[in-house]
């Protein structure tokens, strides 16, 4: 059982500059930009980036009305009550919050356990996201066969490496 709370009062009527705002700082705070790499299953030399931007929040409530906010930007996400998160998974999605939400500059990922991406800021993440974007568009149906531009990597620790040094200023 949850104690009754609420966001504030005054988000239902605020208008977008200011929920942008708010919602950068909570997902600064109690989010994460998750980027897993897994090889294809049919393909040997094909990987597959799974990309997922994350608000951890156990108070079922709260995940509601921080899924309402993100609504009026307009931008789609869906809760696990289970898990505790809201997520945002959609490419539209997930440019739109790049575009017109992120998190704050300077905020590291700690990462739980041996996070690959451990040191990097979020907002680097949120960059690869793009990075990976503007190559699928490059590659059109290309990059449905055999991970096309993928083949010149052999390792998953490749990969990793190549994607923090395209971010690296």
Not at 26 to 48: E, I, M, P, R, V
Request: overall charge positive.
């Amino acid at each position: 059982k949850f104690p009754e709370t609420h966001l504030p009062l005054e988000l239902k009527s605020a208008d977008k500059e200011i929920i942008r705002h708010f919602l950068k700082y909570a997902f600064t705070c109690d989010g994460s930009a998750g980027l897993s790499l897994q090889k294809g299953a049919h393909t040997k030399n094909c990987w597959y980036f799974q990309k997922r931007i994350q608000l951890a929040c156990k108070h079922p409530g709260l995940l509601l009305e921080y899924q309402e906010l993100l609504r009026k930007l307009p931008i789609h996400s869906r809760i696990s009550i289970r898990q505790g998160k809201l997520m945002i998974e959609s490419r539209e999605a997930i440019e739109k919050f790049c575009k017109e939400i992120g998190v704050l500059d300077g905020v590291k990922v700690c990462g739980k356990g041996n996070s690959v991406w451990k040191g990097l800021e979020k907002n680097d993440i949120l960059k690869i996201y793009q990075f990976l974007y503007k190559i699928s568009d490059s590659l059109g149906k290309e990059r449905f066969f055999g991970g096309y531009w993928m083949k010149n990597f052999k390792t998953k620790e490749e990969i990793i490496d190549f994607l923090r040094n395209s971010v690296e200023k």
